[in-house]
Nanobody, 123 residues
Framework: VQLQASGGGLVQAGGSLRLSCAAS????????KAWFRQAPGKEREFVSA????????DYADSVKGRFAISRDNAKNTVYLQMNSLKPEDTAVYYC?????????????????WGQGTQVTVSS
């Protein structure tokens, strides 16, 4: 497993969770990373992305102001801090990596995927 996501769980609306994605390949520390999510019966959608250095980030409109992506290249790990969670945030969250310094928002751009971690927000 090259990307290992963790940190999901069950939380009440308004609560917080922090997801982590640890990479096993050292080269991933220079890759752009992203988080996507997939709710039951829906397509996988972009949540957030970060460039190789952490100096540039991008967010889906639905999570702007509530979620924050960050990375620690020394630990080869990317994080997603999720605050003010809503029931509509319920999904399996996936981390992804691409061998480029600039991230993107399309599923097809990412060649490497973690196994997913379930986030459930109760109302």
């Amino acid at each position: 497993v090259q990307l290992q996501a963790s940190g999901g769980g069950l939380v009440q609306a308004g609560g917080s969770l922090r997801l982590s994605c640890a990479a096993s390949r050292r080269s991933f520390s220079s890759y752009a990373k992203a988080w996507f999510r997939q709710a039951p019966g829906k397509e996988r959608e972009f949540v957030s992305a970060i460039n190789w250095s952490g100096g540039s980030t991008d967010y889906a409109d639905s999570v702007k102001g509530r979620f924050a992506i960050s990375r620690d290249n020394a630990k080869n790990t990317v994080y997603l801090q999720m605050n003010s969670l809503k029931p509509e945030d319920t999904a399996v969250y996936y981390c992804a990596a691409k061998s480029a310094v600039v991230p993107g928002t399309s599923v097809n751009e990412y060649a490497y995927w973690g196994q997913g971690t379930q986030v459930t927000v109760s109302s």
